[in-house]
């Protein structure tokens, strides 16, 4: 799934760099993004090994206006978060 780092300015490289290392996967740069694609396991892995990040997002889709979104659509939340796991919508 396409994932995206936000971390803080001048880290961008530093960020990739761990991507790279923990989970042998190349990543996009961007001004304080950093874009790949992860495996659910894979993305476990690095919320527990990243040091350089502030926040992980994972793209559940595109649109070109929030009322387009139905959340409805991603019944299976349980799979991606436990109990423990806080996100925001």
Same mark, same amino acid.
């Given at each position: 799934?396409?994932?995206?780092?936000?971390?803080?300015?001048?880290? $961008?490289?530093?960020? &990739?760099?761990?991507?790279?290392?923990?989970?042998?996967? /190349?990543?996009?740069?961007?001004?304080?993004?950093?874009?790949? !694609? &992860? $495996? /659910?396991? !894979? +993305?476990? +892995?690095?919320?527990?090994?990243?040091?350089?990040?502030?926040?992980?997002?994972? &793209?559940?889709? /595109?649109?070109?206006?929030?009322?387009? +979104?139905?959340?409805?659509?991603?019944?299976?939340?349980?799979?991606?978060?436990?109990? !423990?796991? &806080?996100?925001?919508?």
């Amino acid at each position: 799934m396409k994932t995206f780092l936000i971390v803080n300015q001048g880290l $961008e490289q530093v960020s &990739a760099q761990e991507v790279k290392e923990i989970i042998n996967v /190349k990543a996009k740069v961007f001004p304080e993004i950093v874009e790949f !694609e &992860a $495996e /659910k396991e !894979e +993305l476990l +892995l690095l919320t527990y090994r990243l040091q350089s990040v502030r926040r992980i997002l994972i &793209a559940v889709g /595109k649109f070109k206006e929030i009322k387009e +979104l139905e959340l409805s659509d991603f019944k299976n939340w349980s799979n991606f978060f436990t109990s !423990e796991t &806080a996100f925001k919508v």
